[in-house]
């Protein structure tokens, strides 16, 4: 070998190399929520339209500085009272989570409760879990939602073809259906996270918007959190449903306690006094 193909050989060497070690850091950058922000980048972020993991990374970094109790200026709590209007759900949730450890600011108990409007239900639940902190029960109608099965409505007319059987997890935001419109194909998303429990339509039926698709057994996950938070401001209302889900034989443990604990409190709060 020549001292110039040996040059070469090294040259691609070392490119490879690079690639393998720089790129990967680059997406960490970019991505990866856990990577500190100092307050220029903060500021940054928080503005950069163009890329919507970037102001969810800030978003991220700010809660984290909330929990800590940090001076903030006024620009950013009125940054996070923008994003609550953002065309992007995942921005809207997070803002609606970022409000509730800011408890201390009126403002965003008002924006809350206009959330609990939102078309998603993802931001909905957020701004009703959100709202207990402030010690606010209005959003307790979305709370029982996480504890009920969610069924997924056609936003489309036309052929459909179901993606996901029954049994099958679906996360939210993940396709479930196709629907063949007049005019092309449109994908049918998971408005929340759950298991398929039942399909309501045979695939490859003719639907129409509004139609019931299929239904969603409620993600553990928001059956925690919502208990959770029925612990604090559940009343007897709230009581049938959270005794049904005693019955429900696929909760662990620390579900089913949370569930008794919930249970619990809520009788404390109706006997007389």
């Not at 307050?39 to 503005?47: K, M, V």
């Not at 339209?49 to 929990?67: F, K, T």
């Not at 995942?90 to 959330?115: P, Y």
């Not at 029982?144 to 459909?160: A, D, R, W, Y």
Request: hydrophobic share 40%.
């Amino acid at each position: 070998m020549s001292r110039w193909a040996a040059l070469k050989s090294q040259l691609i060497l070392v490119a490879i190399l690079l690639v393998c070690t720089v790129l990967p850091s680059m997406f960490w950058h970019d991505v990866w929520f856990g990577r500190s922000l100092d307050d220029q980048e903060l500021a940054e972020y928080l503005t950069d339209e163009a890329s919507p993991r970037r102001v969810q990374h800030a978003l991220a970094q700010l809660g984290e500085r909330m929990d800590r109790s940090e001076e903030f200026s006024d620009a950013w709590y009125q940054r996070v009272l923008e994003l609550t209007q953002h065309e992007q759900v995942e921005i809207r949730t997070l803002s609606a989570w970022i409000m509730g450890k800011g408890t201390d600011q009126s403002v965003f108990r008002q924006k809350l409760l206009q959330m609990l409007d939102d078309p998603q239900p993802l931001v909905r639940r957020n701004a009703a879990l959100s709202l207990v902190r402030f010690g606010d029960s209005s959003g307790r109608s979305e709370l029982q939602t996480m504890l009920s099965s969610f069924v997924v409505e056609s936003p489309f007319e036309g052929k459909l073809s179901f993606l996901v059987e029954k049994k099958d997890w679906a996360n939210s935001g993940s396709d479930i259906a196709r629907i063949t419109t007049e005019v092309g194909v449109e994908d049918v998303v998971a408005p929340v996270s759950g298991q398929v429990e039942s399909r309501l339509v045979s695939d490859d039926s003719q639907v129409k918007g509004g139609a019931k698709l299929l239904v969603l057994l409620p993600d553990p996950e928001h059956v925690w959190e919502s208990l959770r938070a029925l612990y604090l401001v559940g009343t007897a209302e709230d009581l049938p449903l959270v005794e049904s889900l005693r019955q429900r034989t696929e909760y662990g443990e620390t579900l089913k306690r949370q569930i008794e604990s919930t249970r619990e409190a809520i009788l404390g709060r109706e006997k007389p006094r």
